[in-house]
């Protein structure tokens, strides 16, 4: 139970004790003289509330008769007197004496009831609860007092303590959170204040007064906090700080550079690939191309081409498979988006802005798997897509005709196709070189039908790449 809960439910019970103690009005009986005026078999006795048959018979039932002839047994009333007839038919005493009930001086439309039990004239009290005013607005921090007035129906002020319990909710606008305010007294009577002081954020809050004795049923009234300012904001109406700017729903100061678009939630593909890092690690990709596929496809001719390689290769060439195979087009956008927000990031000049941006520039060097313009070097972030080209608009990834190797499985190739000793190469002579290097191994018996990503040059090649021609 949160803490709030249980003192609610503390206040509750507190406040149905009170109720009870405090429901019935109590006051002593008085005694009252009433006249006789009829002689003989009938008697007649002007009564002080005449109109009431029940009051007759409750002056009848209650009486301490002063004479010595008692009237025997009641008749009703004829709309002025009490009738009774005399048993003995004879001359009886003008005088009665008669215990009854006051009037009520606080509310006299609601009488008292005579309980012979106790002796006692009682009454069920009713009020009525007002608060007010009906709602106020205030800062975060800040208090705010309403003012619950008991009073009778006739609007006077209660003769006695009329209990009153105060409780305060959340609204729908916390999203059923707890009230992040706290309101004093839980229990006050007759005319009081209640003191709202909110906690913290914002919403609008209920305020519930509810009064035992009362006819109106539990009174509310609406606290609304405002919003205050968020993280990198301040002033009132809040601005952001320099260097930031508002999110779509004003709800955040972020970096002037938009966060990376998500991936399509419906994409399950994308969504596996981003998770394996572009191995579709929950299958839910197409399959490659068929030529790719079975023992005779190019990824086993490649296996078995690195297989043979090893039986010579010292040091020895290292494969595992691929790091990629089939990639879809909002993977593949994914990646391209990572690449040119590093660009945007990384251009930014403004201190401010670069120190807002700074969160933004961590996750996506952490989704690139280096905090670069370029690609990736050798050692990318451990988790990381390790991005080391520019993603292509277009890839033959989406297609089901490529597939990426390990970048040190291209080092031990390269490495071990160099001849000894190599000989000093500008790097275009030594791309060249690397080109022909490979081709003529590919094409090599058992020949695999492939092209190598090293042979592109737009917008650079892309050395851990094979593809169908
Ligand atoms: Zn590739």
Redesign the pocket.
Known sequence: MTQWLAKLLIVLSIAVSCEALAAVESVPPEQKWAVSSGVGALLNISFYQPSKPEACLFFFNNFVINSPYPPHSYIGDDGTNCNWTNKFGGQISNYLLATACPVPKVNPDVPYTYLPATNTCERELIYKLKLTPDSATIEPGQSYEFTATVTTLDDKQPSISVSVSVKVEAGASNGGAPPQGEVSPAIGSNTFPIKFTSTQGSGIHTITATCGLCENGPQTVKVIVKAGCPEHASGSPCACDEGYKFNKDKTQCVCPIDPLPDLPADDLCAQSLNKGLGVDVDDKCPKLDDRMLGANGQLQCFANKITAANAMARPQIPYSGPT?KY?NAAYQAHLLNIWKKMIELIKLEDPAEITACAPLRNKVAAEKGCDTDDGCPAACTAGSHCIR?KPATY???TQGT???VPQNTINGLINELTPLPPAPMSPLKKLQAQRFWIASWLAKPTACNLEW?GNFNDPKP?F????LP
């Open positions: 990629a990639r080209n890839s033959n990834h490529a597939f990426d990503g892309d851990v790449h094979f593809q």
